[in-house]
């Protein structure tokens, strides 16, 4: 009974080949976050879905898009990877009333040939 | 954002209680703490939350001081599987306003046999 799943949980791609990574939930959460953690360094918020209201965080590269078409899904896009990009992606969700209680998924781990 | 200091890392014994102390000098009045927990490839996990005093659920207890400058999670009699990082946060979650969740370096804790 996973809450928020995120597929796959590793993905290989190549410098420059564009990928997405995608999360689903089903608590029903309007918040919704990616975060990027790469070894041995904390989680990092990327951008938050607050319903459909995109927020970006100021020094999320242009590289990194996202779409929410839904309350339960939410994708990653990763236009031309590079290999700084490999890392763990990690999608959570809240609710608003809420923020510091986050459901993270287990995480997609991205390598970069 | 308050800014949170902790130690880098921490050892133990299975059985033991651990004790792991945060710091945060400039939480403002409405800031709340929480702990998260994070195993190795997996995503961080909600263990506690508290505003002031102590606070227990079925897996730790939070002291919180009464000038809230710094707060203590405790987890009685450590398993193997305990060993993780720990993180605090503190920031005014409960408002209508947007607060995200920022991960300091976390404690490392190693809990051995």
């Known amino acids: 009974d996973a809450m928020v799943i995120q597929n796959p949980r590793y993905q290989v791609t190549q410098f420059g080949k564009p990928v997405t990574l995608s999360c689903s939930q089903t608590?029903?959460?309007?918040?919704m976050y990616w975060y990027q953690q790469k070894s041995s360094q904390a989680p990092k918020l990327l951008f938050h879905?607050?319903?459909?209201?995109?927020?970006n965080e100021a020094d999320t590269p242009d590289n990194f898009q996202s779409r929410r078409p839904n309350t339960s899904f939410c994708f990653l896009d990763i236009r031309s990877p590079g290999l700084g990009d490999a890392a763990m992606y990690l999608c959570?969700?809240?609710?608003?009333?809420?923020?510091?209680?986050?459901?993270f998924g287990a995480g997609t781990r991205l390598s970069v040939l | 954002l308050a800014k949170t200091t902790q130690p880098i890392s921490m050892d133990s014994y299975e059985g033991q209680e651990v004790n792991i102390t945060c710091s945060h000098n400039?939480?403002?009045?409405?800031?709340?703490i929480t702990w998260y927990q994070q195993f190795p490839s997996q995503g961080p996990r909600f263990i506690i939350q508290?505003?002031?005093t102590k606070v227990t659920n079925e897996v730790a207890s939070l002291f919180i001081p009464a000038d809230r400058k710094s707060s203590t999670l405790s987890l009685p009699r450590v398993s193997l599987s305990d060993t993780a990082v720990y993180y605090c946060?503190?920031?005014?979650?409960?408002?209508?306003?947007?607060?995200?969740?920022?991960f300091g370096t976390g404690t490392r804790l190693l809990v051995s046999p």
């Open positions: 946060l503190v920031g005014d979650f409960m408002n209508t306003g947007f607060q995200k969740l920022v």
């Open positions: 400039n939480i403002a009045t409405n800031d709340y």
């Open positions: 879905y607050y319903d459909k209201d995109f927020n």
């Open positions: 608590l029903n959460h309007n918040v």
């Open positions: 508290g505003y002031k």
């Open positions: 959570a969700t809240s609710r608003e009333d809420s923020k510091n209680i986050q459901y």
